[in-house]
């Protein structure tokens, strides 16, 4: 397929919707702010980068050499967006008394396994904040004189030294961002911490020499430095979780000028990346989607609840990136049953081609625009999906509609030509019972239902019932179980 349907991305800096315009011929650059490792990530923290597989999936559907980095944060971040207090990886390794090299590799290993079960690509390179530090430093060197004063506390950046701070965000105070913290002495509201001193009288376990003193960067110079140092200056797309911009973008939008230039805004590619791209909030109303929440909604509970992770990457991909989405465990399940439809109908298609296909080269052209053109109206994927449906539903011959599914799905991430729908039984992990005996006594049971012993058969669903297997003989989609 040759496509043609011109990709255009929402601008967060810009408000607009704009074409691909990539710095570098036929390539594109994209950097995506990765997790803090002091935590486990919650369902609202994998949209982001379920959002991010799919514009860089997106990206190589149309053609560019993609260069996808994903950082990890393993230092510099505080426990709110304040410029002082408690980093989140000191305050994980004190509470489960361990080093916190050992923390940050624990929940690395965390999130890597949640990308991994998301069917989310590898990107390039994942760079790790504390393999950066000496560059963090030179950087704040370069940039200290013009930009930056000292105060007690650490290396403070001066946000009136660059043209249009803050043009990113959305919800601005005179004061500056209420979020941050006020620190005796800042000149602005606003102004933000690049480097932080260990204070006086404690060490901390990540902690490095500077011309400011011992101590560590701030969470905002990492994504600077790192970015700049893998991709250069400037570079296409910057994603990120929409709670990235009200601060933190702008923050690291105003290094990336003091860097490069102090020109304002109007220009992008002054901001270090010519697009700013954020998706939207994943709601849950019983507000167990915060980790301070204690028990918070981790991919790997909807995992040991029976669910298929997959079925969580299309209920995102179920919304436009930047509407908000609420996550319910109905709304769960209804895209479970989507994906097994899906599944099914894919299955199918190894099956040889009946009389009643046909070939209809208007037709399949017809739903290769719609696919293209949704897909490259900055990621339509519920408009994607439909298509993709559309084709399974068709006339067109098994071998055909598989080679689409193939090309849509390389896009989608659905993993459709590899899911069977025993992958898309829901069976939590508390279950003792296995399939293979559920499965005897369903086979079981079914001859007995043919012999009209029905005794039997009502005696064989108690059975299964005792040990938690739903069997749904009404179900749509054919002889179905569950585990509860």
């Known amino acids: 397929m040759e496509p043609s349907a011109p990709l255009t991305l929402f601008n967060s800096l810009t408000r607009r919707a704009e074409p691909f315009q990539p710095v570098h011929e036929g390539e594109a650059r994209v950097y995506t702010c990765g997790p803090t490792v002091y935590n486990y990530p919650h369902i609202g923290n994998m949209r982001a980068y379920v959002f991010a597989d799919v514009l860089?999936?997106?990206?190589?559907?149309?053609?560019?050499?993609?260069?996808?980095?994903?950082?990890?944060?393993?230092?510099?971040?505080?426990?709110?967006?304040?410029?002082?207090?408690?980093?989140?990886?000191?305050?994980?390794?004190?509470?489960?008394?361990?080093?916190?090299?050992?923390?940050?590799?624990?929940?690395?290993?965390?999130?890597?396994?949640?990308?991994?079960?998301?069917?989310?690509?590898?990107?390039?390179?994942?760079?790790?904040?504390?393999?950066?530090?000496?560059?963090?430093?030179?950087?704040?060197?370069?940039?200290?004189?013009?930009?930056?004063?000292?105060?007690?506390?650490?290396?403070?950046?001066?946000?009136?030294?660059?043209?249009?701070?803050?043009?990113?965000?959305r919800a601005q105070t005179d004061e500056g961002e209420g979020r941050i913290e006020a620190v005796e002495g800042k000149r602005n509201g606003a102004d933000f911490a690049i480097w932080r001193k260990t204070p006086p009288g404690e060490t901390r376990q990540m902690e490095w020499d500077s011309p400011?003193?011992?101590?560590?960067?701030?969470?905002?110079?990492?994504?600077?430095?790192?970015?700049?140092?893998?991709?250069?200056?400037?570079?296409?797309?910057?994603?990120?979780?929409?709670?990235?911009?009200?601060?933190?973008?702008?923050?690291?939008?105003?290094?990336?000028?003091?860097?490069?230039?102090?020109?304002?805004?109007?220009?992008?590619?002054n901001s270090g990346a010519k697009v700013w791209m954020h998706n939207n909030f994943l709601v849950e109303r019983s507000g167990k989607m915060s980790k301070s929440s204690g028990e918070f909604l981790r991919l790997q509970l909807l995992i040991d609840k029976g669910y298929h992770p997959l079925a969580y990457r299309l209920l995102c991909l179920q919304a436009h990136y930047r509407s908000e989405l609420e996550f319910s465990w109905e709304g769960l399940g209804a895209?479970?049953?989507?994906?097994?439809?899906?599944?099914?109908?894919?299955?199918?298609?190894?099956?040889?081609?009946?009389?009643k296909q046909r070939q209809d080269a208007t037709e399949l052209a017809a739903n290769r625009t719609w696919f293209e053109t949704a897909i490259s109206n900055d990621l339509n994927t519920p408009e994607a999906i439909a298509a993709l449906e559309d084709v399974l539903a068709g006339l067109q011959p098994n071998e055909v509609k598989r080679a689409i599914v193939e090309e849509y799905d390389a896009v989608l991430g659905l993993d459709l030509l590899n899911l069977t729908r025993a992958d898309l039984r829901i069976r939590p992990k508390s279950a003792t019972i296995t399939d293979d005996e559920i499965e005897?006594?369903?086979?079981?049971?079914?001859?007995?239902?043919?012999?009209?012993?029905?005794?039997?058969?009502?005696?064989?669903?108690?059975?299964?019932?005792?040990?938690?297997?739903?069997?749904?003989?009404?179900d749509p989609l054919g002889w179905e179980w569950k585990l509860g």
């Open 335 to 355: 895209a479970l049953t989507r994906l097994k439809r899906l599944v099914m109908a894919v299955g199918k298609l190894d099956q040889p081609s009946t009389k």
């Open 440 to 474: 005897a006594i369903l086979a079981a049971r079914r001859e007995a239902r043919a012999a009209k012993d029905f005794a039997r058969s009502d005696a064989l669903r108690d059975e299964l019932a005792a040990q938690g297997v739903e069997v749904m003989d009404g």
């Open 56 to 169: 860089g999936r997106t990206l190589s559907f149309k053609g560019y050499r993609l260069t996808h980095v994903i950082n990890i944060t393993d230092v510099g971040h505080l426990t709110d967006d304040a410029d002082a207090g408690e980093d989140k990886m000191e305050r994980m390794a004190a509470a489960q008394k361990q080093s916190i090299w050992d923390i940050a590799e624990h929940y690395k290993q965390a999130y890597w396994a949640d990308v991994r079960a998301l069917n989310i690509r590898q990107p390039a390179q994942w760079t790790v904040a504390t393999d950066y530090v000496e560059q963090m430093i030179d950087f704040a060197k370069g940039i200290a004189a013009k930009h930056c004063y000292e105060l007690e506390s650490g290396l403070y950046f001066d946000v009136s030294t660059v043209a249009d701070y803050g043009r990113l965000a």
């Open 212 to 269: 400011w003193g011992k101590g560590a960067p701030g969470w905002h110079l990492e994504c600077s430095v790192m970015s700049g140092a893998v991709l250069g200056f400037p570079f296409d797309i910057h994603t990120g979780g929409i709670d990235h911009r009200e601060i933190h973008h702008p923050n690291e939008i105003a290094q990336n000028q003091a860097h490069c230039c102090t020109n304002g805004l109007d220009d992008a590619a």
